[in-house]
């Protein structure tokens, strides 16, 4: 009988992981479905934005220095500057001259700032003038948002409704993303039931994990829910097969501790290589991966928890390296309240709750009594990683936690 | 001419938005499309999670204290119990006996414990045991997730991945969530032309606001994005006229600031109630919001950064409000490294970039410099907002920061 005689430590399988993890191609889509896409080029701005000095409020654009000293009491007055049909770009005002002028307007040359419709009074072809302005005001400088060639989002960035606004403003209607990978996912076990094919009151075990996968990969890759599959050698590799056929990645779950049954890294080292089974991590000590024709697979846990935690700490860095996501901001600072105590030489993956008081975050962890806890999920806002050389967490250290997405 | 006279508190805005914010109705979706959605009633386990004491490793379930004293070196030596075709839940061992189990099997009576197979050794109907296990060890208890009754998730919550597995466990497949409201979006201004019919080059402004507001509003409801209406008091009319009968609520940026063509909000008034028009933020100051037959109307500012503003500070509470979000998850704390100046009688919505460094977060502000500056939101991580009654932030302030979503 095979026994996980040598776990391997979470750094370990976290850079095996690594290193095979080959960035997913690119494609272009239309910028306005790019929200939560990772961008896969630099943007740099064709255009300088604004294109040109124009107006960032409706009124007049004038030469701010002819309104100084301007008064209710004391009205400056200006004169319209007569037009003989010019062009819009060759529109010139005289000295203590001015022009009415709309929001995003080209400023007139000799104009430098626009004095706002309220302070003033236009009586024919003059102005009454309230209260100065100073050059430059009201006005949006060509380049001063964006200079042209400037690179104004990052490869790697997930993009975000602002970001979108930024290609809208700047028209550049497509971009290169990274694609997202098909990530097939299945689970085993013949004391396995689809829910959705179960009463309430039956006494059988709903299939929790390839729901769960499905959910957390959604929001990065495509997954591919395959279903469940019974306890059977050859039918798990059947399916192991097939599904690679269909996908570039996969995540089987259950049957991967130790037991009788438990064969899926047994299929996946006979399919192709095996690179580890057993990571020093709790929950999701029974977690492996290997390849099988160029394609990764990773053998999850079949508790939930132990699968989450898996998925955290294994799956998730090796979507993000895929996909080109540089960096993960779902941390957060907090200071535990109380002592956490874990085991020396095994990575813990401690769900906390977070209490919001003051000025500070703290993080309380929620009752850890075995991987069957789902409820230790659900109850807490994130969770935090204690280190395989700590022997716990103090109270009122403090800590990062990383916040469920 | 109608000026912004009379600017209103963002606190007062807040209240008049949130006391028109009607909840939306309730539907029943499926357990595997919750993700994100806001869940519209307490869900409470009808069934004891696990629904009986059951193995939580492969292995042998035995009385925990017949392994009492077991070494590699002297073994303990049980008995396989004969069985005689018992069904499953009449199964009992014998005082000294043991019967092979699997992960998610119920228990035998009289076994409360599971020795795990890597401590043992059976040959034909004896069990050698290496190593003792306590009572209770490798055996989930009835109810020891959740108990018959109890509430696992609370209405309000938005739902995640995790939550999701719940219901899974749960064989909860059909959940009550809020509905998502429709809002409709349009943007104002002859200046505006959409971005996919511009070329990079032409000297035309391109409609950011549609674009961003719709990526905004698509997290939390359906946004219905109409397009861009030229500056003419009858076409708007109607285009919200229009709009409102085929949407809950109507998103409309440009033409809020008091120019000549800025006849948004009197639309508003005109076909139905304008309960503010001006708000004391910045940027955002041309915000308004009224009432057109019974469903709410948000005037916008036609500048992006300023819409953005606007849309965190008033229309994202306000859909919040309508669809049950109890609580914003976005925000931590962050310390400044820089003095943010900011006028007493406004509230400032600073955009800031954080940056980590050891286990801290600073908060840097984005030079803040007119609505017109997009580039303030790329490049930011979040924002800060400075209360009315400040005179801005001290350098080494401790800030609560809204991450972006």
Known sequence: MKLFRTLISWDNALKTVLAHAKQTGKETIHFDESVDRILAEDIRSPIDSPPFDRAAMDGYAIKGQNSFGA?????VLLKRTELAGESEKDVEICEGGYLPIQTGQSMPKGSNAVVMLEYTKEIATKLEIYKPVTPGKNVSLKGEDVKKGERVLQEGKVLRAHDLGMLAALVKTRVKVYKRMKVGIFSTGDELSDPKNLAETEKKIADVNSYVLEALVKKIANPYRIGIFKDDYEKIKNAITTSLTLCDALLISGGSSVGKKDFIADAVGDLGELLFHGVAIRPGEPTGFGIIN?????????????????FEMLVRPFLYATHGVKEDSRKL????????????GRSDFVRVKLVCSEDEFYADPIRVSGSGILSSMTKSDGFVIIAENREGMEEGEKVEVNVWV
């Open 294 to 310: 160029n394609k990764p697979v990773f053998v999850l846990p079949g508790y939930p928890v132990a699968t989450i935690s898996a």
């Open 71 to 75: 008064t209710p009491n004391n009205t």
């Open 333 to 344: 600072f907090a200071v535990t309240r109380k002592k956490i105590p874990s085991a020396v």
